[in-house]
């Protein structure tokens, strides 16, 4: 009942930067948190950053400083625009959306490759 689509990732250089975009479709009445987790060869996914239903926003130590994450409620978009990127940066990005009505669902998106080419 949700669709999720993301957009952005690609191949880039150390140092270069890419702008991840994640538009939210369907039954998407109550969305609440927005963001990103990522997901390396042989690694846990990780939580990359994230803006919750009033505010609040969470970034990994390792992005800190080089990633902004952004949304646009009014589209129901999310967005990650990473900088300096780095080689360690290299993973596959997923799009999280929850939705809280009366409890919460969690939408994941089908995930974009970031390569970070050194």
């Known amino acids: 009942q949700v669709r999720l689509v993301e957009s952005g990732g690609g191949l880039v250089q150390v140092g270069g930067s890419l702008r991840l975009s994640c538009a939210a479709s369907g039954n998407t009445f109550s969305i609440a948190a927005m963001g990103w987790y990522r997901q390396a060869p042989g690694k846990q996914r990780e939580l990359v950053a994230d803006i919750n239903g009033i505010g609040r926003v969470v970034y990994a130590d390792s992005v800190r400083g080089r990633f902004t994450i952004s949304r646009d409620n009014a589209k129901k978009t999310v967005y990650l625009q990473m900088n300096s990127l780095k080689p360690e940066d290299t993973a596959v990005y997923y799009c999280?959306?929850?939705?809280?009505?009366?409890?919460?669902?969690?939408?994941w998106g089908q995930g974009t490759q970031v390569t970070v080419s050194s």
């Open positions: 999280r959306i929850t939705l809280s009505v009366v409890s919460t669902t969690t939408y």
